[in-house]
């Protein structure tokens, strides 16, 4: 079972405020993902990256960004967070020689933007 | 469109009956399968998966059927317990050299003691 972490777990902040939200995995999994989830709804992929210096967008049209300068490290940034940024965020790994892309997630991220 | 759907949002069972959480698919690229149970704040956890060569995979209480030629998959749990009472999501992957995961709307099983 992977480990991956995912800070902080609850976020509440104010429209406009720049946020980064933070996702580890120590199994040195290749491929990272962030997916956005609303309750009642599916897994939403926003972005994906396929190792270092690797990051893609997701079919889920997303203001945020991210970056993959460590293979263990996947931070997402909102610049500008506004109320309908407010969400679950969970990051991801899985393992690029696993040809059944099973994913591990985090706990993820509650995000409550006012 | 949803190319995965679990058409029921919710489930109830008694303590030590049987849950069956249902999956369709539309997709025949779809080669691989896989359940993940979620509790409330917490991420998904993967369950059981399910390559497209086999029609059923078990694992201790839990075990998925899969129907190709209806495009359908199902989750049993004999006997069910408090404890899995979640939202468990269906999800499929069309395998090597795939990025992502097609995820279903999730059931949510309430076992009743």
């Known amino acids: 079972e992977a480990d991956i972490y995912q800070t902080p777990r609850y976020l509440v902040i104010g429209t406009g405020k720049k946020i980064t939200l933070e996702c580890s995995q120590t199994?040195?999994?290749?491929?990272m993902y962030w997916y956005q989830q609303d309750p009642g709804m599916e897994l939403h992929l926003i972005h994906y990256?396929?190792?270092?210096?690797?990051?893609e967008k997701g079919d889920l049209s997303s203001e945020s960004t991210v970056s993959r300068i460590r293979t263990e490290h996947f931070p997402l940034t909102l610049e500008s967070a506004r109320p309908s940024h407010t969400s679950q965020y969970l990051c991801?790994?899985?393992?690029?020689?696993?040809?059944?892309?099973?994913?591990?997630f985090g706990p993820g991220t509650r995000l409550t933007v006012l | 469109d949803q190319q995965v759907k679990q058409n029921s949002p919710s489930l109830s069972v008694q303590e030590g009956r049987i849950s069956i959480l249902n999956c369709d698919y539309t997709?025949?690229?779809?080669?691989?399968f896989l359940w993940y149970k979620k509790y409330p704040a917490e991420g998904p956890t993967f369950l059981i998966s399910?390559?497209?060569?086999?029609d059923k995979n078990e694992d201790g209480r839990f075990t998925v059927f899969l129907n190709k030629s209806a495009k359908h998959l199902s989750l049993h749990i004999v006997p069910s317990q408090p404890g899995d009472s979640a939202v468990y999501f269906c999800?499929?992957?069309?395998?090597?050299?795939?990025?992502?995961?097609?995820f279903g709307k999730g059931t949510k099983l309430s076992v009743i003691p």
């Open positions: 991801a790994s899985s393992d690029l020689q696993d040809s059944t892309d099973t994913q591990y």
């Open positions: 199994m040195g999994h290749d491929k």
């Open positions: 990256s396929y190792g270092v210096n690797s990051t």
């Open positions: 997709n025949s690229m779809f080669d691989y």
């Open positions: 399910i390559s497209s060569i086999k």
């Open positions: 999800a499929a992957s069309s395998g090597a050299g795939s990025y992502q995961l097609t």
